[in-house]
């Protein structure tokens, strides 16, 4: 048992839903996703973040378009289709349980 | 000092240091093999270098001069390298084997040299694979150069055959996965040491050989082709030895460099270079690994055993869902887990199709270089088939497009797997397709061309004045050596063999021998000969001026009609299907004999409009149908050597060989008159033919060959009963058969 790799099945499993959390608030650019998630304390990589939206795309959950930028190429802005708002309330139910779950299991007080 | 270039990096020009260039390069292809089975994986690549070329422009705003190693660093950084990334699915190994858990954290290791080393095993190669990914995974295991690996295999398979079964069994035996890419050599095209392309040195880089070398196989034959040429033109003397090297060995070679003068890229970057020579191969690295590898094998085997009889189970469920996993193969998401009897099916189905594609392509080289060498040959064939610029012209094309250009296509492919050699560009296949159907399209309207000039046919009649023979018999033989160009560097080049209908070729004419000859009833009582030239020509006029020019002189000297061999037709007549039939109309009463010389002749009709070829070899064609202006009648039914009497109804036996020997059976019947016998065949004169095979038959004496006849043999059956006399002997015989066979019996009543 190694720790690191458990934190990272820890992490892997919910980087989806916070993907998705931030590109629910407004369309969103790839960097500014990740600088949200720094400032919420919650370090991802650039390199991790596009196969995930690509995947997250072919899967019809996001969809993008093309915004002219001024300081370089034009960018891809994401944003949540109908099929990606109804997963992304599927996983936030998911969390809701575990959050619960969690929390009541590490306060230390028997549910009995 | 570092040397700044401009690279246009997503439609942007940057200007950027060549080592940092280098590292970019580097990670985006570290991203791509990360990526390699993702489907995805171009866009993610395309995205992440947008990404980069924005960054690039900030900086460059910023009023930086160019990009610095720095720069991209920084950049690197912050996006991670690929054994950084966390995904979805960080490939894992195979969870069933407790070695595979040491492999650490997520991510392969790829070519990064610090990441921990884990114990190697034989597995096939997922991500660099040309066929199963075996010689990939032996090249990884190893650390040999996956293009020397796969060549080896390629020898032994062609060698002894034995490489293409070790090569399945390793295939169904071994489990896949990533392996890590260590050759870091590729076979590039050497820029800086060229004579033509650079071919030679970049073989010579590879495989750490003097550049001489390869140059020296390459140029050998064309120095070679330049010293015969020279010693035939001082001495007159051919020399036929290496005439293989100088033509389709030569050939060969001649195709090899331009293949990978096409295939191979040159190499230009820093890194490129070293990439062509890269790390040192050498016997002491191979024996050290094999060492290394060996100390470790017992436990391995161990680990094996289990592994293998977890396996069996596996293949045991697997047989089940046999059918399913008949489609798992074709289907790259299921792969992952079927090790079992479907994927074998599966393997063995690839490689049929494989071999299937390797044979023709053989066949197709072989095709090619048969032409090579008897390209001369050929050359003079095509002479008379051929005519006026255009068709020689398209000729030429459909055969270097048509032919050549798959075989090019082919090669390339093949040394493109091989090496493992990606180009950038598409356009190459689309390049060879497209000239391909060009070539078609030159094949067509070459071959609609040639047609025309098949198109009409026309006769010209001819009568040859006959002595009348003196004893009331004509023999009809050929000349032997006639006409024949006695050159033997022509025979040995163009001999169809017996069967052909082209007799032999010369220098500007060759022998046609498509005759036949005919017996028909005189309508008088005179002996007659026709000759009734054919030809074919584009129209009437020129078909009928075709089978005119054809020389078909005939001699006679008393009772012997003396037929040429064949007739000559010169490449200014061209080949049109000329065909000469010979119509020797017998009076009745009088005897004909046909030599056995006479079936040398080979008749075939060529027939546009059926679009087919009539070709009828050996005595057969004496029975083939005549589709066209002459009319067909029974008398073509006769055997060489045999001796015939015209009757008012047809040709009939005398009875006689050419020696003027009586058949031995023919005494019992007691029929020594002749006139007589053709009375009796004139009663029942379809029944002749059919009496004759059991009399041949009985030529060698043997009674138990005539045994097969048997279920067949109502024809003498029926003849029985109406003409006792004549089939005393066949009734004999079929009584002497029937007997043991009383079902025989009832069929044949």
Same mark, same amino acid.
């Given at each position: 048992?190694?720790?690191?790799?458990?934190?990272?099945?820890?992490?892997?499993?919910?980087?989806?839903?916070?993907?998705?959390?931030?590109?629910?608030?407004?369309?969103?650019?790839?960097?500014?996703?990740?600088?949200?998630?720094?400032?919420?304390?919650?370090?991802?990589?650039?390199?991790?973040?596009?196969?995930?939206?690509?995947?997250?795309?072919?899967?019809?959950?996001?969809?993008?378009?093309?915004?002219?930028?001024?300081?370089?190429?034009?960018?891809?802005?994401?944003?949540?289709?109908?099929?990606?708002?109804?997963?992304?309330?599927?996983?936030?139910?998911?969390?809701?349980?575990?959050?619960?779950?969690?929390?009541?299991?590490?306060?230390?007080?028997?549910?009995? | 000092?570092?040397?700044?270039?401009?690279?246009?990096?997503?439609?942007?020009?940057?200007?950027?240091?060549?080592?940092?260039?280098?590292?970019?390069?580097?990670?985006?292809?570290?991203?791509?093999?990360?990526?390699?089975?993702?489907?995805?994986?171009?866009?993610?690549?395309?995205?992440?270098?947008?990404?980069?070329?924005?960054?690039?422009?900030?900086?460059?705003?910023?009023?930086?001069?160019?990009?610095?190693?720095?720069?991209?660093?920084?950049?690197?950084?912050?996006?991670?390298?690929?054994?950084?990334?966390?995904?979805?699915?960080?490939?894992?190994?195979?969870?069933?084997?407790?070695?595979?858990?040491?492999?650490?954290?997520?991510?392969?290791?790829?070519?990064?040299?610090?990441?921990?080393?884990?114990?190697?095993?034989?597995?096939?190669?997922?991500?660099?694979?040309?066929?199963?990914?075996?010689?990939?995974?032996?090249?990884?295991?190893?650390?040999?150069?996956?293009?020397?690996?796969?060549?080896?295999?390629?020898?032994?398979?062609?060698?002894?055959?034995?490489?293409?079964?070790?090569?399945?069994?390793?295939?169904?035996?071994?489990?896949?996965?990533?392996?890590?890419?260590?050759?870091?050599?590729?076979?590039?095209?050497?820029?800086?040491?060229?004579?033509?392309?650079?071919?030679?040195?970049?073989?010579?880089?590879?495989?750490?050989?003097?550049?001489?070398?390869?140059?020296?196989?390459?140029?050998?034959?064309?120095?070679?082709?330049?010293?015969?040429?020279?010693?035939?033109?001082?001495?007159?003397?051919?020399?036929?030895?290496?005439?293989?090297?100088?033509?389709?060995?030569?050939?060969?070679?001649?195709?090899?460099?331009?293949?990978?003068?096409?295939?191979?890229?040159?190499?230009?970057?820093?890194?490129?270079?070293?990439?062509?020579?890269?790390?040192?191969?050498?016997?002491?690295?191979?024996?050290?690994?094999?060492?290394?590898?060996?100390?470790?094998?017992?436990?391995?085997?161990?680990?094996?055993?289990?592994?293998?009889?977890?396996?069996?189970?596996?293949?045991?469920?697997?047989?089940?869902?046999?059918?399913?996993?008949?489609?798992?193969?074709?289907?790259?998401?299921?792969?992952?887990?079927?090790?079992?009897?479907?994927?074998?099916?599966?393997?063995?189905?690839?490689?049929?199709?494989?071999?299937?594609?390797?044979?023709?392509?053989?066949?197709?080289?072989?095709?090619?270089?048969?032409?090579?060498?008897?390209?001369?040959?050929?050359?003079?064939?095509?002479?008379?088939?051929?005519?006026?610029?255009?068709?020689?012209?398209?000729?030429?094309?459909?055969?270097?497009?048509?032919?050549?250009?798959?075989?090019?296509?082919?090669?390339?492919?093949?040394?493109?797997?091989?090496?493992?050699?990606?180009?950038?560009?598409?356009?190459?296949?689309?390049?060879?397709?497209?000239?391909?159907?060009?070539?078609?399209?030159?094949?067509?309207?070459?071959?609609?061309?040639?047609?025309?000039?098949?198109?009409?046919?026309?006769?010209?009649?001819?009568?040859?004045?006959?002595?009348?023979?003196?004893?009331?018999?004509?023999?009809?033989?050929?000349?032997?050596?006639?006409?024949?160009?006695?050159?033997?560097?022509?025979?040995?080049?163009?001999?169809?063999?017996?069967?052909?209908?082209?007799?032999?070729?010369?220098?500007?004419?060759?022998?046609?021998?498509?005759?036949?000859?005919?017996?028909?009833?005189?309508?008088?009582?005179?002996?007659?000969?026709?000759?009734?030239?054919?030809?074919?020509?584009?129209?009437?006029?020129?078909?009928?001026?075709?089978?005119?020019?054809?020389?078909?002189?005939?001699?006679?000297?008393?009772?012997?009609?003396?037929?040429?061999?064949?007739?000559?037709?010169?490449?200014?007549?061209?080949?049109?299907?000329?065909?000469?039939?010979?119509?020797?109309?017998?009076?009745?009463?009088?005897?004909?004999?046909?030599?056995?010389?006479?079936?040398?002749?080979?008749?075939?009709?060529?027939?546009?409009?059926?679009?087919?070829?009539?070709?009828?070899?050996?005595?057969?064609?004496?029975?083939?149908?005549?589709?066209?202006?002459?009319?067909?009648?029974?008398?073509?039914?006769?055997?060489?050597?045999?001796?015939?009497?015209?009757?008012?109804?047809?040709?009939?036996?005398?009875?006689?060989?050419?020696?003027?020997?009586?058949?031995?059976?023919?005494?019992?019947?007691?029929?020594?008159?002749?006139?007589?016998?053709?009375?009796?065949? !004139? *009663? &029942? @004169? =379809? %029944? #002749? /033919? $059919? !009496? *004759? &095979? @059991? =009399? %041949? #038959? /009985? $030529?060698?004496?043997?009674?138990?060959?005539?045994?097969?006849?048997?279920?067949?043999?109502?024809?003498?059956?029926?003849?029985?009963?109406?003409?006792?006399?004549?089939?005393?002997?066949?009734?004999?015989?079929?009584?002497?058969?029937?007997?043991?066979?009383?079902?025989?019996?009832?069929?044949?009543?």
């Amino acid at each position: 048992m190694n720790i690191e790799n458990t934190q990272s099945q820890m992490r892997k499993g919910i980087l989806e839903f916070c993907i998705l959390s931030v590109i629910r608030r407004g369309e969103a650019y790839p960097s500014d996703i990740v600088e949200e998630m720094k400032a919420a304390n919650l370090n991802i990589l650039e390199g991790t973040l596009y196969p995930l939206l690509t995947r997250l795309k072919n899967a019809d959950m996001l969809t993008y378009r093309w915004v002219e930028s001024n300081s370089g190429p034009p960018r891809k802005y994401f944003s949540l289709t109908p099929k990606g708002e109804a997963f992304y309330g599927e996983l936030q139910a998911t969390w809701n349980e575990l959050a619960n779950a969690v929390h009541t299991l590490t306060n230390n007080k028997s549910v009995l | 000092m570092k040397k700044i270039i401009n690279i246009n990096f997503h439609s942007r020009v940057i200007p950027i240091e060549e080592s940092a260039y280098e590292i970019l390069q580097q990670y985006i292809s570290s991203l791509r093999r990360y990526f390699a089975n993702e489907e995805g994986r171009d866009e993610i690549i395309s995205d992440i270098e947008n990404r980069f070329a924005e960054l690039f422009s900030e900086t460059l705003k910023k009023g930086a001069a160019c990009i610095t190693d720095d720069d991209v660093n920084t950049i690197i950084a912050s996006m991670g390298r690929p054994e950084e990334f966390e995904g979805e699915e960080a490939p894992q190994p195979e969870t069933t084997t407790a070695a595979g858990s040491q492999q650490a954290g997520a991510g392969p290791n790829w070519q990064y040299g610090n990441a921990p080393e884990e114990p190697r095993r034989l597995y096939r190669a997922d991500n660099d694979k040309i066929l199963g990914g075996v010689c990939g995974g032996l090249a990884s295991y190893l650390r040999l150069d996956p293009a020397i690996v796969r060549i080896i295999f390629v020898l032994i398979t062609f060698g002894w055959g034995a490489g293409f079964l070790l090569y399945l069994i390793l295939w169904i035996v071994l489990p896949t996965r990533s392996v890590p890419v260590n050759a870091r050599k590729r076979l590039y095209r050497n820029s800086n040491d060229r004579v033509i392309a650079g071919v030679a040195s970049g073989l010579a880089a590879y495989f750490h050989i003097d550049v001489w070398i390869p140059r020296l196989v390459f140029a050998l034959p064309l120095i070679l082709g330049i010293v015969t040429s020279i010693i035939n033109h001082i001495t007159w003397w051919h020399w036929y030895g290496p005439s293989f090297v100088t033509g389709g060995f030569g050939g060969t070679l001649f195709i090899t460099y331009i293949v990978l003068w096409i295939v191979l890229p040159e190499a230009v970057t820093a890194s490129e270079k070293l990439e062509m020579r890269g790390e040192k191969v050498d016997l002491e690295s191979i024996k050290n690994t094999v060492k290394s590898d060996l100390e470790t094998f017992k436990g391995r085997a161990r680990e094996m055993g289990t592994e293998m009889g977890e396996r069996f189970q596996q293949v045991g469920q697997q047989l089940k869902q046999g059918t399913q996993n008949f489609a798992a193969e074709a289907g790259p998401v299921i792969r992952k887990g079927s090790n079992g009897f479907g994927h074998a099916i599966g393997v063995l189905f690839k490689a049929f199709f494989l071999f299937i594609a390797g044979i023709i392509t053989f066949a197709l080289i072989t095709a090619l270089a048969a032409m090579a060498f008897r390209g001369d040959s050929l050359l003079h064939l095509k002479g008379y088939v051929l005519e006026g610029f255009w068709q020689n012209f398209l000729a030429w094309t459909a055969f270097f497009l048509f032919l050549v250009i798959p075989v090019i296509a082919l090669l390339t492919w093949l040394i493109r797997r091989i090496t493992g050699v990606r180009t950038r560009n598409h356009y190459l296949g689309y390049t060879f397709a497209t000239l391909w159907v060009i070539g078609l399209f030159c094949s067509i309207v070459l071959g609609g061309m040639i047609m025309s000039n098949f198109r009409a046919r026309q006769h010209v009649e001819e009568n040859v004045p006959v002595v009348q023979p003196s004893h009331g018999k004509m023999i009809v033989h050929t000349m032997e050596n006639t006409n024949r160009f006695d050159d033997t560097d022509f025979w040995s080049d163009f001999d169809f063999g017996r069967n052909s209908p082209f007799y032999s070729i010369a220098e500007d004419s060759f022998l046609l021998n498509t005759v036949r000859v005919q017996v028909r009833k005189s309508d008088d009582t005179a002996y007659h000969v026709q000759l009734i030239k054919l030809s074919r020509g584009s129209s009437a006029t020129r078909a009928r001026e075709t089978a005119n020019r054809i020389e078909f002189p005939v001699k006679q000297n008393d009772s012997v009609l003396t037929l040429p061999q064949g007739f000559t037709i010169s490449s200014g007549d061209k080949f049109r299907n000329q065909q000469v039939l010979v119509e020797v109309a017998v009076p009745v009463g009088k005897r004909i004999l046909i030599s056995r010389s006479v079936e040398n002749y080979r008749w075939f009709t060529v027939n546009p409009n059926n679009r087919h070829i009539h070709w009828r070899g050996g005595r057969d064609n004496w029975r083939s149908e005549w589709d066209e202006d002459i009319d067909d009648n029974d008398s073509y039914s006769w055997s060489s050597n045999v001796e015939y009497v015209m009757t008012p109804t047809g040709l009939s036996r005398t009875g006689m060989d050419k020696n003027g020997y009586r058949f031995k059976g023919k005494k019992d019947n007691g029929n020594d008159n002749e006139e007589d016998m053709y009375k009796e065949r !004139a *009663e &029942k @004169p =379809e %029944k #002749a /033919e $059919k !009496a *004759e &095979k @059991p =009399e %041949k #038959a /009985e $030529k060698p004496g043997s009674n138990d060959g005539y045994r097969y006849k048997g279920p067949g043999g109502t024809a003498p059956k029926a003849t029985d009963t109406t003409n006792p006399k004549k089939t005393a002997l066949v009734t004999e015989k079929e009584e002497a058969m029937i007997q043991p066979y009383p079902l025989l019996a009832i069929f044949n009543s």
